[in-house]
């Protein structure tokens, strides 16, 4: 066990891949919307893991049930019909209205999934040839060689050629180019949303519902990347339901399993008539212990009303970050977000803001190199809203 930051730092980089910008800062243990490093220091999280750990750290149900479930069946494959699996389908099918589902261990994994059943509907159920993916730029899909392609980033794609064929990325919120983008060869339509990585970027409701209804006309996928946007964290179950949008296939991950490896693809009857048993496969997703963990984060979800909580908390934080905008003018160019995806646009790089919010004991992201994005657990209190806000301002009055 190593016993100073400085030595866990040396350590790692001589043992693990350079893969991560790492933050300068170790975690020892969380609880609730509390981090604490090594020295005991104490973080406010507003991160939740990237959106993942939505119930907060350890969060006591949570944990009781994974101690339960690991001393009764941890793993068999997906060779057998297990009991946790199946009740954990019913759960998550019973929030939207989709039909089936497919288990795996990752957002990125959801989306080569849905990439897949597009592929092979259209080939084996529909008789054609299409294949190709339409995406947005500015989205994030993934970091597999497909889902970084279907990614509407360079940045992910440097040094990767040569990249899958069958992937069109065009301007986000910009019908008409997408609707020229779409041929005979378009299997489906992928987007977000709310572009997560893409700078926290709501796409307005005429323009999903216009994407909806050209799918529809075209014969071609509709389908929603909810990885980061679901299970409650835009103020709906999913995303996608605050615009009465009912795509074809959508996938999930993060938050489903608050902190263990759990992605989901989901898809009506008609797409999911493209996967025949051998088509697709996964050796760990959707196995007795992450599938009981997250059948007991849907229910204490829905129980606790965690979908309304985060839209009246997302519009109480927005309320206190316009006040910042207001307080220190010129500093923030936008508050923006649904629920509790917020991103607050600096009106210049904010790496500088960002080291001196975590110095002062707040963990948050920034993307796009002038948004801080923040995913807190939904769960956060109004007072760690209230310390963060003041923080921020005085933050940006002393840049």
């Not at 339409?134 to 994030?140: C, E, K, R």
């Not at 919120?173 to 779409?182: F, G, H, P, S, T």
């Not at 909810?226 to 996608?240: I, K, M, P």
């Not at 934080?317 to 607050?344: H, M, N, Y």
């Amino acid at each position: 066990m190593k016993t100073s930051f400085d030595e866990l730092k040396t350590c790692e980089l001589s043992a693990v891949c350079h893969t991560y910008g790492r933050y300068p800062l170790d975690i020892a243990r969380g609880s609730g919307s509390r981090l604490y490093d090594m020295a005991g220091k104490e973080y406010i999280d507003l991160l939740s893991g990237i959106a993942v750990t939505s119930l907060g750290h350890c969060h006591p149900e949570i944990t009781q049930v994974i101690c339960e479930q690991a001393g009764k069946l941890v793993h068999v494959s997906n060779l057998f019909y297990q009991q946790e699996q199946v009740a954990l389908a019913e759960r998550i099918l019973g929030t939207c209205h989709s039909d089936k589902v497919f288990f795996c261990n990752s957002g990125a994994e959801a989306n080569e999934a849905a990439i897949k059943l597009a592929r092979r509907y259209h080939r084996t159920v529909r008789g054609t040839k299409a294949y190709e993916v339409i995406t947005l730029a500015g989205s994030f899909h993934g970091r597999t060689l497909a889902t970084l392609t279907a990614t509407g980033q360079q940045k992910v794609k440097d040094g990767f050629d040569p990249l899958p064929d069958g992937f069109v990325t065009v301007p986000w919120n910009d019908l008409a180019a997408l609707e020229e983008a779409m041929g005979e060869m378009t299997a489906a339509v992928l987007l977000e949303v709310i572009l997560g990585e893409g700078g926290v970027r709501p796409l307005p409701p005429e323009y999903l519902r216009g994407v909806q209804k050209l799918c529809q006309e075209r014969g071609v996928l509709f389908m929603v990347d909810e990885v980061q946007t679901g299970l409650c964290r835009t103020g709906s179950f999913w995303a996608f339901q605050e615009y009465g949008l009912t795509p074809d296939v959508f996938t999930s991950a993060k938050a489903l399993a608050n902190g263990l490896p759990m992605g989901a693809m989901l898809a009506t009857d008609e797409a999911a008539r493209a996967f025949k048993p051998g088509s697709h496969a996964t050796t760990f997703g959707g196995g007795a212990l992450l599938s009981r963990v997250a059948d007991k984060v849907i229910e204490i979800m829905e129980r606790d009303g965690l979908a309304e909580r985060a839209r009246e908390m997302g519009e109480y934080a927005k309320e206190l970050f316009r006040g910042v905008s207001a307080a220190v003018p010129g500093a923030i160019t936008d508050v923006r977000g649904r629920g509790l995806i917020i991103g607050i646009e600096l009106a210049k790089p904010g790496k500088e803001v960002w080291e001196h919010l975590l110095d002062k004991g707040f963990i948050l992201n920034l993307t796009q190199d002038k948004v801080l994005r923040l995913l807190p657990p939904l769960t956060i209190e109004r007072s760690d809203l209230d310390l963060f806000a003041q923080a921020l301002s005085d933050v940006l009055k002393a840049s």
